[in-house]
């Protein structure tokens, strides 16, 4: 049974950095893509960052580009989002999601939300 367990959520102040994790089980992170998403009140799902598990390709939307780091350990089977630099923009519930199925270019599962099995979600506050 496919799993993926987000954590890592909280309030931070603008300017500082938060680390996320995605606990995956039921698969390896050595095929297909994984990827992180996020959904602020009243707006669209958004895939702001995602890899290619493949060959570690990424792929990063505009918004978080330059800011956010998507890696992975494979030991752990965890996924990691960096996020630096935050701004209040950034507040949302912040979704690990993954398909080891399929094996696209990496931009396809950011840019049309193509993912198979979705975690619960995390929320990230950027307040002061």
């Known amino acids: 049974q496919v799993q993926l367990v987000e954590s890592g959520g909280g309030l931070v102040q603008p300017g500082g950095s938060l680390r996320l994790s995605c606990a995956a089980s039921?698969?390896?992170?050595?095929?297909?893509?994984i990827g992180w998403f996020r959904q602020a009140p009243g707006e669209e799902r958004e895939g702001g960052s995602c890899?290619?598990?493949?060959?570690?390709?990424?792929y990063y939307a505009d918004s978080v580009k330059g800011r956010f780091t998507i890696s992975r350990d494979n030991a752990k089977n965890t996924v990691y989002l960096q996020m630096n630099s935050l701004k209040p923009d950034d507040t949302a519930v912040y979704y690990c999601a993954a398909d080891p199925f399929t094996d696209y270019i990496v931009g396809y599962y950011c840019i049309n939300n193509a993912m198979h099995f979705w975690g619960k979600g995390t929320l990230v506050t950027v307040s002061s």
């Open positions: 890899m290619r598990l493949s060959d570690r390709s990424t």
């Open positions: 039921g698969f390896t992170l050595d095929h297909g893509a």
